[in-house]
């Protein structure tokens, strides 16, 4: 047993120095060769850095968001002679153990190997596939557990044992020495695969309960599963099955193997009464189900020393194992009727919505433009334009007005840096639109609104809605927008909250165009006909574009946004100064 | 209301919609992954569209036609007219409805599906060029990726298979006629298999193979079993010579050239040649190398037992990663592949990967034979049971065959099986179960089986391991 210091590795050419980001391993942990314990980043890159032993971690040196130079001592680890010795043959291929909750290994254990044959004088442990993959999870070299099956079959129970013993000794001779570990425990169950998962609620209860009360008692069924050797050993060894506790179920129903049969008869040997047992509380099965790995039965509990304390705790590592599998069932029939996939665009519309808006302080402001002149304009214009075949809608319109508005704000045509403490004025007017499609919200972007004429941005509008639609747009065609529009009133509605298409500073929203009440002066001629009693306005039908202009408050404040919608109103409500854009 | 620039990006990014690739697209989808699964021509890849499934399918409707043409001996007085464009109508029924199903599981399951060509940009980037005028192409960038292109027919020199006469085997099981002389080029399973159906179906078929036997692999024993069989139903076996080429014949059809090593030369007439003489990776095309990806000598990804490449995020499964080039195997390295990036413990930890021949009788191996479970430090204990032994054989009326336990002397742990017989395929399941639970002789053996059924043999077969058989006579 030695302690190895680490020293931050050189992570790559010219790095002098990195920031440690965070701790991939906590002192206890049992780390391997080769498994990353942290990461750091450098200017050039996020690295984990592995570490070059096998051993416990003694000692954290370095704390989250320190910078350390190359060479500094960042870990020391508690390396056990084997372990350095297997260190060289060292499987690069072992998984990183979850060593946190396991503590795995015993001194002698070699690394992690995932290899299907281990060292036996035939080259191979007999496990079953579960078995396997329990052992690769907790990092046990499966040719190193000693099997207590027939033949030396290997079961989840040996498993964990071992992945136990490693913690419990420091000395690797411990478990060697020792008599064959023999828990009396009718606990620290072995099993949590689906088969057990497949009890019901009650079912799985009842088993717990009765277990839990029972210690070493016999039990007393009617009906146990067992495979043809363990009934044929149970016969030999002048045992009834049925007695055999076991918290082990298949299909709901208990379950023995040749083990359980094996530790039952040498409890019942070494004369273990049966009062030994502590009856652990009822309700044991619910607080203990917060543990979700169970704790592995403790080797040192030989049956005829053990004691009524650790047989009770046993006993509440076995309603420990339980009652997560119980939880989970439960959590399944409560389950609702349908759910959808949070993922692909959906998710990335969600994550992208989540940034603008926990990001940006967001302010809307509402006006309605007047537009008689624009629809007469764009209802004049649209002959024409189909004549070159292009369907002319307003929107072409608004991004003019837009464009009008943003030479005099250009502020609202930004970018906040917050790291570079800047906020960057863009000098290309780049519009995304946004478009719904099948897949969810897509926003393709025209570029350089300000080369462009009214047609020639009507065409490009339709292309790019028409691809958004069929998903071929390329990804250079979503990017690099610097400020957006969004064409809700297309669906219906007036007013909404858009939400800013981060990290452009504004959004439009365009409600629908309709006539709507709209308070006028009279004309001279009415004023007469009606007299001078009347205030000389009047509430007439005109069609109206409500507008829906948000901002993000950290860069332009209200009163500019106000401004600048007023300069796009003005644009829209007179047309012709469009010609100046 | 607004969400700009999505960056067509994804966490796994999964090239082929094979048995590897649909599997792995789905396990990782239910791991909780963003998962994108290209796929340049059909879902289900060559199993489902050129492979396992119509093959299988043609080769029940032929045997069934065949039986029914021949059961005199039951009583059975038939002369089956077969249509085979229905046959072949009814196989692609099957096989759209599979591929079908695949495609909506994927959906269901959150898949994003994209039908393309993927090749590697850099490691982190594919661009998918889309099939059809006009499509265009589009870059994807990935966290992970699986490389699941799966494997192609082999072309051998004077063979093109753009020649109408010449078939490989997708056009063995979409052909529109049985042509009178089948010359069949591979004495391979997938030649096997072809050279039953059409001998079935009416055909004249001469199977050509350069080794001394036919299937290789497998032990003499078995494969005498098949030849047998075959040679039975017709089919002519030329071994020891390799195909050179073909000339046309006078009679409007062709005849198939083949040499000896000793240079012996000789010609089989043929209408139609198949030639089988295995599948190579495809990977060329798909950039492997702008990865950072190398391939061994025959074009294979070389992989770990975590099917991740020398690139470790980019994983590769399937026909592509190597031999055994199953459909069964590949899914399993699917589930490994998703679950390795998902971070959980997954390996290819199996013991055995069974293996299964379709021919008449069919052939099904699990593990270890005799051979190499000495090889590998076992005392062996081997115990067989033949078919002509099996009641439920019997009344089937195909009693060509055996069963053969391989098990572990000392502790009796069961540790291979061949069987060769009618439903060898499904038999075999049982055994290779028994090896991964590290089951016994003892415990197959005492488990009680269905009578009666063929799998009696296989627990007939534990008992003659263990010297203390029923129904045949221990050794
Ligand atoms: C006649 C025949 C019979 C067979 N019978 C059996 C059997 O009975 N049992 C058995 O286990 N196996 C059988 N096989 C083998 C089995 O079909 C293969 O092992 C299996 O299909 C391999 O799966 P895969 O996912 O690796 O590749 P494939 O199934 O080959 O799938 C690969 C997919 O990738 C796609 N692709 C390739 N390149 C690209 C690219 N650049 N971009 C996008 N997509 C791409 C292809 O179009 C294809 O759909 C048989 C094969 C044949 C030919």
Redesign the pocket.
């Known amino acids: 047993m030695t302690i190895e210091e680490f020293r931050l590795p050189d992570v790559g050419e010219g790095v002098a120095e990195g920031e440690l980001v965070s701790w991939l391993v906590a002192p206890g942990d049992r780390v391997e060769e080769d498994q990353p314990v942290a990461e750091v980043e450098t200017d050039k890159a996020l690295v984990e850095v592995p570490s070059s032993y096998d051993g416990i971690v003694e000692e954290l040196f370095v704390e989250e968001g320190d910078v350390v130079p190359v060479g500094d001592v960042l870990i020391s680890f508690r390396v056990d002679e084997a372990g350095e010795e297997s260190a060289d043959t060292g499987s690069a291929d072992g998984e990183p153990t979850d060593a946190g909750s396991v503590g795995a290994g015993s001194a002698d254990a070699e690394p992690t190997s995932v290899e299907a044959e281990p060292d036996t004088s035939s080259g191979r442990t007999f496990a079953p596939p579960s078995v396997r993959r329990l052992a690769r999870e907790l990092g046990v070299d499966l040719g190193a557990v000693e099997g207590s099956g027939s033949g030396g079959r290997v079961s989840e129970r040996d498993v964990r044992e071992h992945a136990d013993s490693g913690d419990s000794g420091d000395s690797g001779a411990d478990e060697a020495d020792a008599p064959a570990p023999k828990p009396v425990d009718v606990g620290s169950g072995d099993r949590k695969s689906a088969v057990s998962k497949r009890g019901s609620v009650e079912e799985t209860d009842a088993t717990t309960m009765a277990e839990s009360g029972a210690g070493p008692d016999p039990a007393d069924r009617e009906r146990t599963l067992a495979t043809p050797a363990t009934r044929k050993l149970a016969r030999e060894l002048g045992v009834d099955v049925d007695e055999v506790p076991t918290d082990e179920t298949r299909e709901g129903e208990a379950f023995v193997d040749e083990e359980r049969v094996r530790a039952y008869v040498e409890t019942v040997e070494a004369g273990t009464s049966p009062e030994l047992d502590a009856s652990p509380e009822p309700d044991a099965t619910v607080t203990g189900g917060v543990e979700s790995e169970p704790a592995p039965a403790d080797p040192s509990v030989d049956a005829p020393t053990s004691t009524a304390a650790t047989v009770s705790t046993d006993a509440d590592d076995a309603a420990a194992d339980v009652a997560p599998d119980t939880v989970a069932a439960g959590d399944e029939a409560d389950a609702p009727g349908e759910t959808i996939p949070y993922r692909g665009v959906r998710r990335t519309i969600g994550q992208r919505m989540e940034e603008s808006k926990f990001t940006a302080p967001h302010v809307t402001h509402h006006d309605t433009a007047e537009v008689d002149a624009l629809v007469a304009a764009r209802d004049r214009l649209k002959p024409k334009a189909a004549e070159e075949g292009v369907s002319l809608t307003y929107l072409p319109f608004v991004m003019k007005a837009v464009l009008a508005g943003l030479r005099e704000y250009p502020i609202l045509n930004s970018e906040l840096r917050e790291e570079n403490e800047e906020i960057v004025l863009k000098d290309e007017y780049h519009f995304g639109v946004a478009v719904a499609t099948d897949a969810g919200l897509m926003v393709p972007v025209v570029e350089d609104v300000d080369e462009k004429g009214l047609f020639e941005l009507a065409a490009e509008v339709t292309d790019l809605a028409a691809r958004a639609r069929d998903r071929s747009l390329t990804p250079a065609e979503l990017r690099g927008g610097t400020f957006t529009l969004t064409n809700f009133g297309a669906i219906g509605g007036e007013y909404a909250t858009p939400i800013i298409n981060y990290p452009e500073t504004a959004i439009l929203g365009l409600g629908a165009i309709e006539r709507r009440p709209v308070v006028r002066e009279r004309s001279a001629i009415d004023d007469e006909f009606f007299g001078d009693d009347e205030e000389g306005y009047e509430v007439v039908p005109a069609p109206t574009l409500p507008l829906s202009l948000s901002i993000d408050h950290r860069v332009v404040d209200g009163a500019v946004a106000a401004r600048f919608a007023n300069t796009v109103m003005d644009h829209l409500e007179d047309p012709l100064l469009l010609l100046n854009e | 209301m607004v969400v700009g620039d999505i960056s067509t990006g994804t966490e796994v990014l999964v090239?082929?919609?094979?048995?590897?690739?649909y599997v792995a697209a789905i396990r990782a989808a239910q791991k909780g992954l963003d998962t994108t699964l290209?796929?340049?021509?059909?879902?289900?890849?060559?199993?489902?569209?050129?492979?396992?499934i119509?093959?299988?399918a043609l080769i029940t409707a032929s045997g069934l036609a065949h039986e029914a043409g021949t059961a005199e001996e039951m009583g059975i007085h038939a002369d089956p007219a077969v249509d085979l464009t229905r046959m072949i109508e009814w196989k692609q029924g099957v096989v759209d409805r599979l591929t079908g199903g695949v495609e909506k599981l994927c959906k269901a399951n959150g898949v994003n599906l994209v039908e393309?060509?993927?090749?590697f940009v850099d490691d982190h980037t594919v661009r998918?060029a889309h099939g059809g005028d006009g499509r265009g192409s589009e870059s994807i960038e990935f966290e992970h990726a699986i490389v699941?292109?799966?494997?192609?027919?082999v072309e051998i020199p004077g063979f093109s298979f753009a020649e109408d006469h010449v078939w490989s085997?997708?056009a063995a099981?979409a052909a529109e006629s049985v042509p009178d002389r089948l010359v069949v080029v591979g004495g391979g399973?997938?030649g096997m298999?072809?050279a039953t159906v059409y001998a079935k179906l009416g055909a004249e078929v001469t199977v050509v193979e350069m080794l001394e036997d036919v299937l290789d692999p497998y032990e003499d024993d078995v494969k005498r079993v098949v030849r047998k069989r075959a040679e039975d139903l017709g089919i002519e076996f030329h071994f020891g010579e390799g195909a050179s080429g073909w000339s046309e014949a006078g009679d409007g059809g062709h005849l198939v050239h083949t040499e000896t090593e000793d240079g012996e030369k000789s010609s089989y007439p043929a209408d139609r040649v198949l030639v089988a003489v295995g599948?190579e990776p495809?990977t060329g095309?798909?950039d492997l190398e702008k990865a950072g990806i190398e391939t061994d000598d025959r074009g294979f990804i070389e992989t770990d037992d975590r099917t991740r490449s020398a690139v470790e995020h980019v994983h590769a499964?399937?026909?592509?990663a190597g031999e055994p080039?199953?459909?069964?195997?590949?899914s399993k390295e699917?589930i490994v592949a998703a679950e390795t990036i998902a971070g959980e413990p997954a390996a290819l930890d199996q013991q055995a990967i069974p293996?299964?021949v379709?021919t008449d009788p069919e052939i099904g191996t699990v593990g270890m034979t005799g051979a190499d479970a000495e090889e590998a430090g076992f005392d062996v204990a081997v115990g067989e049971m033949p078919f002509r032994a099996s009641g439920r054989a019997l009344t089937t009326g195909h009693t060509d065959g055996f069963v053969r336990i391989v098990a572990d002397a000392d502790e009796g742990f069961v540790l291979g099986a061949q069987i060769v017989g009618p439903e060898a395929s499904e038999l075999i399941a049982e055994v290779g179960l028994a090896i991964e639970l590290g089951a016994t002789l003892e415990d197959v053996a005492a488990t009680v089986h269905t009578h009666p059924t063929l799998s009696e043999a296989v627990m007939e077969a534990a008992e003659n391991a263990q010297g203390q058989a029923i129904h045949t006579l221990n050794r």
Do not use: Q, W
Not at chain 2, 15 to 21: E, K, L, R, V, Y
Not at chain 2, 317 to 320: E, I, L, N, Q, T
């Open positions: 090239i082929g919609a094979g048995p590897g690739g290209v796929e340049k021509d059909a879902y289900g890849g060559a199993c489902l569209n050129r492979g396992c119509p093959s299988k393309g060509t993927a090749s998918v699941a292109t799966g494997s192609r027919p085997s997708e099981l399973y997938i298999e072809l599948r495809v095309g798909v499964v399937g026909d592509v080039m199953l459909a069964h195997a590949a699917g293996a299964a379709f």
